[in-house]
C-alpha cells in the first residue's frame, strides 16, 4: 500500500477539510508513491521520534501537530524544525500531519476530553459556520431514485448521526428544446411538459465539486436544472471544543482533585472559585483561550483547556470555573485515538505509538 493510498483512507474518516485555514495539515514530507512500511503515532514529529521511526523501521509518521507550521527558506539544519525534516527526508520517512481536522472532528481531541471525564451529552462548543450548503436539482419521477442514489455516495445528505437525508416534491416542469440541442425527450421546437421531483439535500461546502459531478453523471437530461444555496445554519456536528454533562453534580474542590487524578496532573492553574456545582463542563485541548466565551454562554459551570492567559482568567467573571490544564496535557490523548483509528483500518503493516517524550514544558514542584 502506498503512502497515497493509506492517506486517501485516512482522510476517509478525518476530512483535511474540517482544518482551519490557519493550519498546516496534509503530506508535509515525502513521496506520495513510496509503499509503507509501517505507521508510527505521535504528538510531535521531532528529532528524536523521526529516529524511532528510523530504528523501528517505519516509514510514515502519523503526528498530531504539524513540524512544519508556517514555511521553510533554507533546510539546514540550524533549527529543531529543519533538524526533524532534514532527518525524514534523508532517510525516506514521510510525515502527515492532522492537527485542527482532528480538532473539528466530532470524536476527535475533545471527544477524548469528555470521554475520559465521564461526560455525557455530549455536543460541540464552536459549531462551524459558514459550512453548510443546500442542492435542489429537478428530476424526471423516474431517475429520482437514481439521482438520489448517486448523491448520498457523493457524501450528499449525511447529516450528525444519519445519512441519506433528502426532501422531494413532485411537480410539473417545462422546457422546449432548440436548434442544437439533444433532449432525453421531446422534440425540438416543441415546449414539453415534464413529470419532475425536486431533490433537496445538504451538504458541507468542501464535498460540493464531488457531489456536483455525481448529480451530473446519473442524471439523464442533457442541461441539469439545480441550485446550490448557501445556509446561515451551524454544522453542530464539526467545529472547536466539546461540552457536557456529569450525572452527578460535584463541588468545585472536589472537580479539580478529580480532573487532577484523571489527566496525571502535577498541577492546574484555575481561576477563582464560584462556590457554585460543577455539573456542566466545556472542554477544548491544546490553546483555548478563545473558547471562553462559548463555554459562558453555554452555561458551562467548569472550562479546561490549557495556554490560558493572566488576563484570560478574568472573563470568567466569578461565572464559571476556567481550569488550565496545560496544552500537551489536554491533548494526551490525542495518540491513542489516532493509533485506534489506524489500527482498524490497516492491517496489513506495523503501527506503533511513539514511546518518546515530547511535550517541551516540565514543572519544578
Given at each position: 500500500?502506498?503512502?497515497?493510498?493509506?492517506?486517501?483512507?485516512?482522510?476517509?474518516?478525518?476530512?483535511?477539510?474540517?482544518?482551519?485555514?490557519?493550519?498546516?495539515?496534509?503530506?508535509?514530507?515525502?513521496?506520495?508513491?513510496?509503499?509503507?512500511?509501517?505507521?508510527?503515532?505521535?504528538?510531535?514529529?521531532?528529532?528524536?521520534?523521526?529516529?524511532?521511526?528510523?530504528?523501528?523501521?517505519?516509514?510514515?509518521?502519523?503526528?498530531?501537530?504539524?513540524?512544519?507550521?508556517?514555511?521553510?527558506?533554507?533546510?539546514?539544519?540550524?533549527?529543531?524544525?529543519?533538524?526533524?525534516?532534514?532527518?525524514?527526508?534523508?532517510?525516506?520517512?514521510?510525515?502527515?500531519?492532522?492537527?485542527?481536522?482532528?480538532?473539528?472532528?466530532?470524536?476527535?481531541?475533545?471527544?477524548?476530553?469528555?470521554?475520559?471525564?465521564?461526560?455525557?451529552?455530549?455536543?460541540?462548543?464552536?459549531?462551524?459556520?459558514?459550512?453548510?450548503?443546500?442542492?435542489?436539482?429537478?428530476?424526471?419521477?423516474?431517475?429520482?431514485?437514481?439521482?438520489?442514489?448517486?448523491?448520498?455516495?457523493?457524501?450528499?445528505?449525511?447529516?450528525?448521526?444519519?445519512?441519506?437525508?433528502?426532501?422531494?416534491?413532485?411537480?410539473?416542469?417545462?422546457?422546449?428544446?432548440?436548434?442544437?440541442?439533444?433532449?432525453?425527450?421531446?422534440?425540438?421546437?416543441?415546449?414539453?411538459?415534464?413529470?419532475?421531483?425536486?431533490?433537496?439535500?445538504?451538504?458541507?461546502?468542501?464535498?460540493?465539486?464531488?457531489?456536483i459531478s455525481a448529480m451530473k453523471s446519473s442524471h439523464p437530461y442533457e442541461e441539469v436544472a439545480y441550485q446550490i444555496y448557501s445556509l446561515d445554519n451551524e454544522n453542530q456536528y464539526s467545529g472547536l471544543g466539546m461540552y457536557g454533562e456529569f450525572e452527578e453534580a460535584m463541588n468545585e474542590e472536589d472537580f479539580l482533585c478529580f480532573v487532577k487524578e484523571k489527566f496525571n496532573l502535577e498541577m492546574i492553574r484555575y481561576s477563582g472559585l464560584t462556590n457554585?456545582?460543577?455539573?456542566?463542563?466545556?472542554?477544548?485541548?491544546?490553546?483555548?483561550?478563545?473558547?471562553?466565551?462559548?463555554?459562558?454562554?453555554?452555561?458551562?459551570?467548569?472550562?479546561?483547556?490549557?495556554?490560558?492567559?493572566?488576563?484570560?482568567?478574568?472573563?470568567?467573571?466569578?461565572?464559571?470555573?476556567?481550569?488550565?490544564?496545560?496544552?500537551?496535557?489536554?491533548?494526551?490523548?490525542?495518540?491513542?485515538?489516532?493509533?485506534?483509528?489506524?489500527?482498524?483500518?490497516?492491517?496489513?503493516?506495523?503501527?506503533?505509538?511513539?514511546?518518546?517524550?515530547?511535550?517541551?514544558?516540565?514543572?519544578?514542584?
Open positions: 500500500m502506498t503512502i497515497r493510498e493509506v492517506i486517501s483512507e485516512i482522510e476517509k474518516r478525518i476530512p483535511l477539510q474540517q482544518a482551519e485555514d490557519f493550519d498546516n495539515v496534509g503530506l508535509l514530507c515525502g513521496v506520495p508513491e513510496r509503499e509503507v512500511s509501517g505507521i508510527l503515532v505521535c504528538h510531535d514529529a521531532l528529532e528524536n521520534v523521526v529516529e524511532e521511526a528510523i530504528q523501528k523501521k517505519l516509514n510514515l509518521i502519523v503526528c498530531f501537530h504539524p513540524i512544519i507550521f508556517s514555511g521553510l527558506k533554507s533546510l539546514t539544519g540550524k533549527n529543531y524544525v529543519e533538524r526533524a525534516v532534514l532527518k525524514a527526508i534523508e532517510n525516506k520517512v514521510a510525515i502527515y500531519a492532522i492537527h485542527t481536522a482532528f480538532d473539528n472532528d466530532f470524536f476527535g481531541v475533545n471527544a477524548g476530553i469528555c470521554n475520559q471525564l465521564g461526560l455525557k451529552e455530549m455536543k460541540i462548543l464552536q459549531p462551524k459556520k459558514d459550512n453548510l450548503k443546500q442542492l435542489t436539482v429537478f428530476v424526471p419521477k423516474d431517475h429520482s431514485e437514481k439521482v438520489k442514489e448517486s448523491l448520498f455516495s457523493a457524501g450528499a445528505g449525511n447529516i450528525g448521526f444519519y445519512d441519506e437525508c433528502s426532501f422531494s416534491i413532485n411537480g410539473n416542469g417545462t422546457f422546449r428544446p432548440i436548434e442544437g440541442s439533444n433532449p432525453f425527450s421531446g422534440k425540438q421546437n416543441i415546449r414539453e411538459n415534464a413529470d419532475e421531483n425536486m431533490i433537496s439535500v445538504i451538504f458541507e461546502g468542501y464535498k460540493q465539486n464531488q457531489i457554585k456545582k460543577i455539573k456542566r463542563v466545556g472542554v477544548l485541548g491544546g490553546s483555548g483561550a478563545s473558547g471562553i466565551k462559548s463555554a459562558l454562554s453555554k452555561k458551562c459551570d467548569a472550562y479546561l483547556t490549557g495556554d490560558v492567559k493572566y488576563h484570560d482568567f478574568f472573563l470568567a467573571e466569578s461565572k464559571m470555573l476556567i481550569c488550565d490544564i496545560g496544552h500537551y496535557e489536554s491533548e494526551q490523548w490525542v495518540v491513542k485515538q489516532l493509533f485506534e483509528i489506524l489500527s482498524q483500518k490497516f492491517s496489513t503493516f506495523a503501527i506503533s505509538k511513539s514511546n518518546e517524550k515530547t511535550n517541551p514544558v516540565n514543572y519544578f514542584l
